[in-house]
């Protein structure tokens, strides 16, 4: 009698919610993942942003991989040949399944683990884009393709400028993972010298007229 009285209760209050219009089911619980910059600080501590790194000592990419790991989330090949968006996407992933555990700099980045750490939730592609800036506008493809003029100034360590972002982004070209700050700083030395190196220009660590044509025109960086 209790027990069916109860029911009769339970019955009331369903028809009283939903003649309210109000759910009859608890909204499902707000996963999120990781913020860009803890990706970035995690692939600057790794790799120093190189996501064509191969140091010959079985680790590879930005997020140095080794091959069984790589292969355990899905990857093919190997890492620092695959696309920089790629190598995001089984970051990702190997995250929703083992957290911040396999990165030994996470730990000593001290970054944070959030519900999706160890969910067990496949990632889509689209749920990476934002981990190395897709949101972010694309390079051209290809060393070949449209380059735009010369801004006439000559960039050193430094200095902070549109035209900085532009170059900083045209080199994700070739697996340098910027995320286009337009500041002139360690990381984009490197690729400037890179590309100076590659292309037989004065490694002066300047970035004008001749190494701005190469990031489009030239060969591009080992």
């Known amino acids: 009698m209790i027990q069916n009285r109860r029911r009769t209760v339970a019955r009331l209050l369903l028809l009283a919610v939903a003649a309210m219009g109000l759910p009859l089911t608890a909204p499902a619980t707000a996963s999120a993942d990781p913020a860009s910059s803890a990706w970035a600080k995690l692939r600057m501590c790794e790799s120093s942003g190189r996501y064509a790194t191969n140091t010959g000592n079985g680790y590879y990419g930005a997020y140095q991989f080794d091959l069984p790991t790589w292969r355990s989330v899905g990857g093919k090949g190997r890492p620092d040949q695959a696309a920089p968006a790629e190598q995001d996407y089984r970051a990702l992933y190997l995250y929703r399944m083992r957290g911040w555990q396999p990165w030994q700099c996470a730990g000593m980045l001290k970054l944070a683990a959030d519900a999706d750490a160890r969910s067990k939730r496949v990632p889509t592609y689209a749920e990476s884009a934002y981990i190395g800036g897709g949101d972010l506008p694309a390079p051209p493809p290809g060393p070949g393709g449209p380059r735009p003029a010369w801004p006439g100034v000559v960039y050193r360590y430094g200095d902070c400028a549109d035209p900085l972002k532009t170059f900083q982004l045209r080199m994700n070209a070739f697996g340098y993972g910027f995320t286009g700050t337009g500041c002139y700083l360690d990381k984009t030395r490197t690729a400037v010298l ?29």
């Open 194 to 222: 890179d590309l100076q190196r590659a292309n037989g220009i004065k490694d002066s660590g300047l970035l004008g007229p001749k190494t701005w044509e190469a990031a489009w025109t030239g060969k591009p960086p080992r």
